[in-house]
Nanobody
């Protein structure tokens, strides 16, 4: 299993930026896919994008492509979600999730593809 700890959430004004971090441990870095999701109470968890750890290009969901950027710091075993031009509708609880596979799943934005989840970090845009 992969242990994940998110950080970096908070409150930001409309049009601002935040960078979330997801530190991974418990498995060899470079052997799992990490995805970012968000969830608003009463709604389904929404996939934002994914990255296969260890130097691969990220995948993005259409809704955030161009505004959100997924990157990684390999020596720190950390995956980032940089969020730009934030809008009130981006307010949600943000999670990172991981699955131990040889690559990211074809449905990289589907929550059921991921076994390990972080605790979530709240982002509020007003």
């Amino acid at each position: 299993h992969v242990q994940l700890v998110e950080s970096g959430g908070g409150s930001v004004q409309t049009g601002g930026s935040l960078r979330l971090s997801c530190q991974a441990s418990g498995a060899t870095y470079g052997t799992f896919c990490v995805a970012w999701f968000r969830q608003v109470p009463g709604q389904e968890r929404e996939g934002l994008g994914a990255l296969y750890t260890g130097g691969s290009e990220p995948y993005y969901a259409g809704a955030v492509k161009g505004r959100f950027i997924i990157s990684e710091d390999i020596p720190r075993n950390t995956i980032y979600l940089e969020m730009n031009n934030l809008q009130p509708e981006d307010t949600a609880l943000y999670y990172c999730a991981a699955t131990l596979l040889a690559g990211c799943p074809s449905r990289y934005d589907a929550p059921y593809e991921y076994y390990d989840w972080g605790q979530g970090t709240q982002v509020t845009v007003s």
